[in-house]
């Protein structure tokens, strides 16, 4: 597939569920020889990321990147509802069971190829007391204290949403919750606590950093934190496979891992 190339450039399109690409696919390939449009499908989380090492990667390629992104939930449907793409940057279990029915390519195990790991974390507006959060019953206190609570809508299915809600009804509070819930069905839920819609934000950290306005109190207890690993894959219907597996490569390396710190993230 990576000798299909030809010398006319064609247009790429990239889901950004980042680059689980086939050992088969990576191995010896060249540098793209044309500059390509490559569409990048990414979950939300790992947006951040993408843009930043957009213009180095355009810059040093020449291909230029298109960047979309949903839910991890809403990535799965697009992809089986058969939506053309390049590059996919994922959740892995979801793409892992991509992989599976043939939908992207994955390493040789089956296993797609981490690229980051990120956690759940807590948020305030600027200038807002910071509520304790350093225990299970300190932040299920929290929780309760606020007059509206912004996180990912459940039913979207957002990684940070599903789990939050699981574990609040867990816990039994769910009912006295909901009716302060402000729900973001994709996007940054922090962005309700600087409207001031909502006293605070639960959510993947990496979304949490991304709004100006906000102070982060931290992270959620150990004791119900869930790590989220993102991982990559190139559709098995790549028409520019080999200029997405070069973006996978980027995002891999040293300046792609570069950036997650100060977003949020943590390297796999």
Known sequence: ????????????????????????????????????????????????????????????????????????????????????????????????????????????????????????????????????????????????AARAIATVDPAAGGTSGIHLWRTFEAWGIADRLRPRAVLVPGGYSAAKVVSGEADIAVQQMSELVAVPGVTIVGMVPDEIQVWTVYAGAVSARARQAEAAVALWRHLAGPAGRALLVERGMAEP
């Open 1 to 144: 597939m990576m000798g299909m190339l030809t010398r006319a450039a064609r247009r790429i399109r990239v889901i950004a569920v980042w680059g689980a690409a086939g050992t088969n696919l990576m191995a010896g390939c060249a540098p793209p020889a044309r500059a390509a449009d490559l569409r990048v499908l990414t979950a939300g989380a790992y947006k951040q990321v993408l843009q930043a090492a957009q213009p180095a990667f355009e810059r040093e390629t020449g291909h230029r990147l298109v960047i979309d992104n949903d839910t991890a939930g809403g990535l799965v449907k697009r992809v089986n509802g058969g939506e053309a793409f390049d590059l996919l940057v994922l959740t892995a279990g979801p793409l892992a069971e991509l992989a599976r029915t043939g939908a992207v390519r994955a390493t040789g195990d089956g296993a797609p190829r981490p690229l980051t790991r990120v956690g759940i974390g807590v948020a305030v507006k600027q200038g807002a007391s910071k509520p304790d959060i350093g225990s299970v019953p300190a932040f299920r206190d929290a929780l309760l």
